[in-house]
């Protein structure tokens, strides 16, 4: 007869713990979720989603909208892969999240920059070279590769509309809603009216 032993790191307890505090990030109460997260936190340090809840809310203090995008992110990233596949993304997850956070400082001095200094100084991409990209490895891998580390460029007013309009076909909608509100209110034209129809 085979005994398989107990999983030491399966406790109901802490899976409750971690869902509320998604659901807590969900709902925008960083606060609660951060508590969540630090109490699964308490019964097993090492848990990966735990410690990925706790610096999404950690980084919300100060980015709100870069944590509701970590949030989206984490979860299509979950939806969209075979479970035997989710640890790795853990790993892939926390990894983006610690390089982010460890750069807070230097994005933070970045922000009081003037707009126009900022786009010089910022690495990037030009967008046709990033569509070059999409047709080789495809839309949803090239950006998630991106995101975080690459900005784009867009010298066709056009190119943005399309880039929008592939964020939101492509599962991103929250995302190009964070592109679009950072717009200022004269650039709605009609072509930005019927994106946002689609919300």
Not at 33 to 44: E, G, K, Q, R
Not at 140 to 150: A, D, G, M, P, R
Request: include cysteine; hydrophobic fraction near 40%.
């Amino acid at each position: 007869m085979t005994i398989i032993p107990p999983n030491p790191t399966y406790n109901p307890r802490k899976k409750r713990l971690i869902n509320k505090g998604f659901k807590a990030l969900v709902a925008r109460d960083f606060t609660l979720a951060a508590h969540y997260f630090n109490l699964a936190l308490a019964l097993d340090s090492s848990d990966k989603r735990a410690c990925i809840g706790v610096l999404i809310a950690d980084i919300a203090q100060d980015f709100p909208k870069k944590a509701e995008i970590f949030t989206e992110l984490y979860q299509i990233l979950l939806a969209s892969a075979p479970r035997a596949q989710h640890n790795a993304i853990h790993t892939q997850m926390l990894e983006i999240l610690r390089d982010f956070d460890t750069s807070l400082d230097h994005i933070s001095h970045a922000a009081q920059a003037e707009d126009s200094l900022e786009s010089e100084q910022l690495n990037g991409i030009a967008y046709k070279d990033f569509t070059t990209l999409c047709q080789a490895k495809g839309f949803k891998e090239v950006f998630e590769n991106l995101i975080f580390s690459t900005k784009i460029i867009f010298t066709e007013r056009d190119d943005f509309y399309q880039f929008l309009k592939d964020l939101i076909h492509y599962g991103f909608k929250q995302i190009a809603l964070t592109y679009i509100e950072d717009m200022p209110q004269i650039a709605y034209n009609s072509e930005i009216q019927e994106i946002l129809k689609q919300f």
